[in-house]
């Protein structure tokens, strides 16, 4: 089943106060490129995020946004420092008194001075955090995927009601081929006729424009090309391997060997069931742009 390039998915995983959320978007794009964002104390998982991804998808343009929340209050702890905060106070106080101050010293006047308070934080611990942000990622990974199965799966019918189109139109184009050369057989003869009055008119000299005129409008080489890259591009639809740069190289055959039967035609009936074969090759050609 081909894939969409287009997608979103999203998950979450939470364990012992600790929030991972996860989401994952994608465009079209004719390789794999990957970007991603992510808290400033994670940056060690930014590889091990690319190739999680990159496992699953071939291509796209991938956007990966990652946040982390932890509600642990073991998470940092606060002290005081005691004997910074006592002489700070105490100069404050001198200070008071030498100058003649009020003294309106409070707790949050010493508290506004950084030196305090000691911080320290809990050191992270890496494996836990990588095992739960590889639990959200291949969550998201899961409906990221299953999203762009189902889009994918849209345009494969699409694209096959455009092949099947053109089938027709082929079949049209075999039908009234060897029609255009009895016509121009019988206008010819006509011609001569007219021309020559009673004269008898050379047979064999009409015989062979008649196979001239036949050889230069034959186009049942490419009808059946047409045919077999129409079945290989349905082959391809049913394949689960990544087939858009394939699926690309069989509509430009398509769309040749649908020029070359153009060039060729001399009806106006095979004309016009050309154009209608280039515009749905047109059609099928924007289709799998979005196709993985």
Do not use: W
Request: aromatic share 6%; proline share 1%; hydrophobic share 40%.
């Amino acid at each position: 089943m081909p894939r969409s390039m287009t997608g979103f998915g999203r998950a979450e995983y939470s364990e012992n106060g600790l929030t991972v959320a996860v989401e994952i978007k994608s465009v079209n794009h004719r390789f794999f490129e990957f970007s991603s964002r992510y808290p400033r104390n994670c940056q060690f998982l930014e590889d091990t995020l690319k190739k999680t991804v990159a496992a699953r998808v071939s291509r796209g343009k991938v956007d990966l946004n990652l946040n982390i929340t932890n509600e642990s209050s073991s998470s940092s702890q606060i002290t005081v420092n005691d004997e910074f905060a006592a002489a700070y106070i105490a100069a404050l106080k001198d200070l008071a008194k030498r100058y003649k101050l009020k003294n309106d010293i409070s707790v949050m006047s010493v508290a506004a001075n950084n030196d305090v308070f000691t911080v320290k934080r809990q050191e992270t611990d890496e494996e836990q955090l990588t095992n739960a942000v590889l639990v959200a990622v291949n969550g998201a990974l899961d409906s990221f995927v299953a999203m762009r199965e189902t889009e994918g799966d849209k345009l494969k019918e699409d694209v096959i009601l455009r092949a099947d189109k053109i089938l027709e139109y082929v079949t049209l184009v075999e039908n009234r081929s060897p029609e255009t050369v009895k016509e121009y057989s019988e206008k010819l003869t006509a011609k001569l006729n007219e021309i020559l009055e009673d004269r008898n008119v050379d047979e064999q000299r009409v015989l062979t424009e008649v196979a001239i005129f036949a050889d230069k409008v034959a186009v049942a080489e490419e009808t059946v090309r047409l045919r077999s890259h129409i079945e290989q591009l349905k082959r391809m639809l049913e394949d689960t391997k990544e087939v858009g740069r394939k699926l690309d190289f069989i509509v430009q055959e398509m769309n040749r060997e649908t020029n070359t039967i153009g060039s060729k035609a001399q009806d106006v009936t095979i004309a016009r069931a050309v154009v209608d074969m280039k515009a749905e090759i047109e059609k099928i050609r924007e289709q799998i742009q979005n196709i993985e």
